[in-house]
Structures are given as structure tokens and as C-alpha cells.
């Protein structure tokens, strides 16, 4: 009976250690066991490797990277406005991309960068008409519009200046940048209630000035959404995260950068994500 006993449960070892998914494994240990309580026995014995698998996923450490967010910022459509002077009509289209980055801590959040297409900027000088010119332009707050106003994660609000006047007055281009990011953040307060509100200022456009008809995308209207893969962004660092996910945006999308690197703000000292509402 003893050398039975041995060799039943060898084969029961047998089995549990070279066969694979659950339902085999019971199916090829009936065929091998005939008594009832040997059968209890190796079910017992399965059960409670489930349960250590179990306890194994769950204490798995929480810096283990959760599947990134597919999400993208939500009910962006074209629209056509039509221009208050009556000589026709705007099509407003807002072009954005995804971007997975870290703050400086190891953090992870991504990022959903929403830009104003061309041909439409900040109008040369504006800080409250976006247009190809003065003739051809309508209020932001009419953009702003288009937008469904659903959108309940946090929201950073961009602005930007080009290069004109910047060498001579660099303090009043940084401060028509910080205008125009006041403009959108006042803006969205409004048109987002349920959501966070940010605001970025980068500054003028720094790089040797260009004939003005290719400055226009230094004055680009963009407005951003950040979230957390893990839900919870009170441990990111939005200052270096939201820098490097631009960076990181120059690199992945060409045609939709906003060549962070050229701007005054864009030094670590002064890209600064501002609160205004929270």
C-alpha cells in the first residue's frame, strides 16, 4: 500500500509540474487518479497556488507601470465661424497628440496637446483676436466656443509670443505672453466648471528674428490635458512633467510642435505650470 501511496503521488507531481493551463491539469490528474480523496487532495493543493498566485499580483510594487491612457482630449470639433466684419467665415480646427512622459521624479502622466491650426494664431500684437490678419480674425472667446464644455480634467492654457519687438522690449513680449495665457485661463474658468485650470507662460520666441510671414506659429493658441496613468497627479511634478512632455512632443510629432526649446520661459527655472483654479 505504501509503494502505491509513492507512486500515486509522484504521479501527482509529475503532473502538477509539467502541466500548463488549470482545466488540463485537472483533466490529466483525473485520468491519472482513481481515488476520490487523492482527487480532493490535488484540487485542494491547486486552489491554494491560485490564491499564492493571487497575493503574488497583488504585492507586485505600485511603480510597476499601469497601461497608458488612450484617451484623448475630448470633443475637439471643426467648426466655422463667421467673421463679425462679414467678409466670410473662419474654419476653426483644433489639432492635438498624446504624449507619454515623466517628471523629473520618475512619474508618469500624460499629456494631450491641443493646438489652434493654421492658419490661425494670436493676430500680431493681440491678446484677445486670433485670425491670419486684423481683417481676418475673430475674439478668442469665440474659439474658446467650439470646445463642448464637458471636459473635466486638469487643463493647462499656453501662452506664447513671437519675436518681433523682443530684442529691444523682451519684458513687454513676455508680459503680452503672460496676457494672452491670463486671456485663456480667465476663458476656460468659465467654459470648463468641473475642471482644473493651469496655465503656462513661454515667453517670446527667442531664436534670430525671421521675415514676419514665418512667425506666425510662434503665436500658436494651444491648451492642454493632463492625467496620471495611476488617477492621481498630487505627486507629479507638472513643472519638469509637462516640460518634458513637450519636449518629448517636438520629437514625436513634427508637424504639431510647438518648438518649446526656442521660447524665454523654456529654461527650467522659468517653466513654471501655474494654478488658477482648483
Request: aromatic share 6%; glycine share 8%.
Amino acid at each position: 500500500m505504501a509503494t502505491k501511496g509513492k507512486n500515486v503521488w509522484g504521479k501527482i507531481r509529475q503532473a502538477l509540474s509539467s502541466l500548463g493551463p488549470l482545466a488540463d491539469a485537472i483533466k490529466a490528474a483525473g485520468k491519472l487518479l482513481s481515488d476520490a480523496k487523492m482527487i480532493a487532495i490535488l484540487l485542494v493543493a491547486l486552489v491554494v497556488l491560485a490564491i499564492i498566485g493571487g497575493l503574488v499580483w497583488q504585492s507586485r510594487s505600485p511603480d510597476d507601470p499601469a497601461p497608458a491612457p488612450t484617451d484623448v482630449f475630448i470633443e475637439i470639433d471643426t467648426e466655422i465661424i463667421v467673421v463679425p466684419n462679414g467678409s466670410g467665415s473662419i474654419t476653426i480646427e483644433w489639432r492635438q497628440e498624446c504624449v507619454h512622459a515623466k517628471d523629473n521624479k520618475g512619474n508618469d502622466l500624460t499629456v494631450v496637446v491641443a493646438v489652434l491650426w493654421d492658419p490661425y494664431r494670436w493676430t500680431l500684437g493681440s491678446t484677445s483676436h486670433v485670425g491670419i490678419d486684423v481683417g481676418e480674425s475673430v475674439r478668442i472667446e469665440d474659439v474658446i466656443q467650439t470646445l463642448k464644455g464637458t471636459e473635466s480634467r486638469p487643463v493647462i492654457v499656453v501662452g506664447t509670443a513671437s519675436n518681433e519687438n523682443s530684442e529691444d522690449n523682451p519684458a513687454t513680449e513676455a508680459d503680452r505672453a503672460q496676457r494672452r495665457a491670463d486671456k485663456l485661463a480667465h476663458l476656460f474658468q468659465g467654459h470648463y466648471p468641473q475642471a482644473d485650470i493651469y496655465s503656462l507662460n513661454l515667453g517670446f520666441y527667442r531664436k534670430p528674428a525671421a521675415p514676419l510671414a514665418s512667425t506666425d506659429t510662434q503665436r500658436r493658441v494651444a491648451i492642454m490635458v493632463i492625467e496620471s496613468p495611476k488617477g492621481d497627479l498630487s505627486n507629479v511634478d507638472l513643472h519638469s512633467g509637462v516640460r518634458n512632455a513637450l519636449i518629448a512632443l517636438d520629437k514625436q510629432n513634427e508637424e504639431l510642435s510647438l518648438d518649446v526649446g526656442g521660447y524665454s520661459h523654456f529654461d527650467e527655472e522659468k517653466f513654471r505650470v501655474k494654478q488658477r483654479r482648483k
